[in-house]
C-alpha cells in the first residue's frame, strides 16, 4: 500500500501562484517500483479531472490543454517528492487536488491510477 502525502494548497489571488507537493509517507516511489505521478482534481460538482503526470524514472511529462503553459509538473528525486508549481492562476483551478501514482501507467485517466492521496484544497478567489 502506497501512503501519499500532498501539501501546498491555499487561497491564492488570481493571476498568483501555488507549489503543491506529493510524497509517498513511508518509503521512496522508486522502492515502491511507481511509475508514474500525477495530479488530478475536482471542483464541486464535477468529475475529477487530469491535470498532469511525470514518469518517475524518465521524466516524460502530460499536461491537460488547460493547463499548459502555466502549470509545470516536476520530481525531485533527494526529496522523494513530486511538485506541481502553479502559475497564473485562474479562479476556475479551484478545486481539491490529488495526487495519484501508479506502478504502470501514465496517461490521464483516473481509473486507472491505484493509489491516491487525500487531496488538497487549492482556491484562486479575490
Known amino acids: 500500500q502506497v501512503r501519499l502525502v500532498e501539501s501546498g494548497g491555499g487561497l491564492v489571488q488570481p493571476g498568483g501562484s501555488l507549489r503543491l507537493s506529493c510524497a509517498a509517507s513511508e518509503r521512496t516511489f522508486s522502492s515502491y517500483g511507481i511509475y508514474a505521478v500525477a495530479w488530478f482534481r475536482q471542483a464541486p460538482g464535477k468529475e475529477r479531472e487530469f491535470v498532469a503526470s511525470i514518469t518517475w524514472s524518465g521524466g516524460s511529462t502530460i499536461y491537460a490543454d488547460s493547463v499548459k503553459g502555466r502549470f509545470t509538473i516536476s520530481r525531485e528525486y533527494a526529496k522523494n517528492t513530486a511538485l506541481l508549481q502553479m502559475n497564473s492562476l485562474k479562479p476556475e483551478d479551484t478545486a481539491v487536488y490529488y495526487c495519484?501514482?501508479?506502478?504502470?501507467?501514465?496517461?490521464?485517466?483516473?481509473?486507472?491510477?491505484?493509489?491516491w492521496g487525500q487531496g488538497t484544497q487549492v482556491t484562486v478567489s479575490s
Open positions: 495519484a501514482v501508479d506502478p504502470n501507467y501514465s496517461g490521464s485517466r483516473a481509473v486507472w491510477y491505484n493509489y
